[in-house]
């Protein structure tokens, strides 16, 4: 049998399989990831993106906070690919019963999915610090400098930054799911970003496949991998 094969039928025969996964299941969506060659990593700025998605540079530095992330962290306007579209219809039918997600992009619930933990937020929401109203991203789109509610407070995006913390009932919700799961895919992720990576050691099972385009830390605890896109993978399931 062929790991494809072996795929096939263990996704077949699951009821609680989860997808965790990364800023690689979007980039064939368009959306570049960090750590690719083309990824944000490499390119030039100022400051390294760490620093300037941190929440300290995004409260010394408001503006040019905001300049970054509208110009390198707004994915507005992509389409969900096969690999959002086909874990939309594994939901349906029953087999997959969660998508544990890094990404802040929204394409898994624009494809269908509906039971969704966005361990790092998503720039769909936005609130304001002052008074809690929320926004909508297009609002922080088209503002000039920093968005500004009508109350004057600043529009934060729900969006996890580095020295923040994750929401605790979206990770215990995560936590959860993976506890259950009788089939784990991981895919998309260089599974270097904590403590999300850190969700894997959660999963009790003996059928953890990892579909990477290349190495990640966890390679020798999958039972199965694959170092190819996803879309190549997910267009056959
Ligand atoms: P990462 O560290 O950038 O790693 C991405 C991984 O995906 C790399 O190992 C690539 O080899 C792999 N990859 C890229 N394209 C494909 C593909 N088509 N098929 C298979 N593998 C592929 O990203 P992580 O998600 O691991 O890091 C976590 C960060 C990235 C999170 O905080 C995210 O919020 C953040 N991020 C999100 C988005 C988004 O929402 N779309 C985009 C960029 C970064």
Redesign the pocket.
């Known amino acids: 049998m062929t790991n494809l094969q072996q795929l096939k039928q263990w996704i077949l025969e699951s009821k609680s399989a989860v997808f965790f996964g ?3 299941v ?3 969506s368009g ?6 060659v083309d ?2 990593y490499h390119q030039k700025f100022d400051y390294p993106p760490e620093t300037i998605i941190s929440h300290t540079f995004y409260e010394r530095k408001p503006d040019y906070f905001f300049r970054f992330y509208r110009e390198k962290m707004l ?1 507005l306007g992509f389409e969900p690919n096969v690999t959002h579209k086909v874990l939309a219809r594994l939901e349906k039918e029953g087999h997959l019963a969660a998508v544990v997600t ?4 929204g394409l898994h619930q624009k494809a269908g999915s509906k039971n969704v933990y966005e361990l ?1 937020g998503s720039v769909l929401r936005n609130y304001c610090v002052k008074c809690g109203k929320f926004y909508g991203a297009e609002v922080v789109k088209n503002a000039k400098g920093v968005p500004l509610c009508d109350c004057g407070g600043i529009i934060k995006p729900d969006v996890v930054l580095y020295e923040e913390s994750l929401d605790q009932r979206t990770l215990e919700g995560a936590v959860a799911a993976i506890r259950k799961a009788d089939l784990l895919i991981v ?7 904590y403590p ?1 990576a850190g969700l894997l050691h959660y999963y009790r099972g003996d059928r953890l496949v990892l ?4 190495e ?1 830390p966890y390679d020798s605890y999958a039972n199965l991998v694959f170092h ?4 190549e993978i997910f267009s056959q399931l």
């Open positions: 990364g800023a690689g979007s980039t064939e959306i570049p990831d960090f750590r690719s990824g944000l994915p890094q990404n802040i992009d790092h895919g998309g992720t260089s599974l270097t970003v999300a579909i990477n385009r290349d990640t190819e896109k996803l879309g």
